[in-house]
């Protein structure tokens, strides 16, 4: 079992830039792929950023690509989300999440979820 505290939410103007960061603890943490998803009101949580668990590949949304980047620190048991050039459609709140598949960006693949940050981006 792992569990997972995002953290580093916020209210920002468009063009700003966020630090998200999501600590783990319990089972080792370079074990797992790590994702960071995201649910904006009334709608279904989408992908957006996902990191081999050695770091060696990441995968992005379209949407998100060239504007964030998903990082991780095994000796520090955390994963990073970097978001600039932010957007107001970027509001939305957003989870980290750990899977023991190689990586994917179906969430249904990730077997633990942090409790969410929320990130509000305004115009």
């Known amino acids: 079992q792992v569990q997972l505290v995002e953290s580093g939410g916020g209210l920002v103007q468009a063009g700003g830039s966020l630090r998200l960061s999501c600590a783990a603890s319990?089972?080792?943490?370079?074990?797992?792929?790590m994702g960071w998803f995201r649910q904006a009101q009334g709608k279904e949580r989408e992908f957006v950023a996902c990191?081999?668990?050695?770091?060696?590949?990441?995968y992005y949304t379209n949407s998100v690509k060239g504007r964030f980047a998903i990082s991780r620190d095994n000796a520090k048991n955390t994963v990073y989300l970097q978001m600039n050039s932010l957007k107001p459609e970027d509001t939305a709140v957003y989870y980290c999440a750990a899977s023991t598949s190689a990586w994917s960006v179906d969430l249904r693949r990730y077997d633990h979820w942090g409790q969410g940050t929320q990130v509000t981006v305004s115009s």
């Open positions: 990191i081999t668990w050695n770091g060696t590949n990441r």
């Open positions: 319990g089972r080792t943490f370079s074990g797992y792929a």
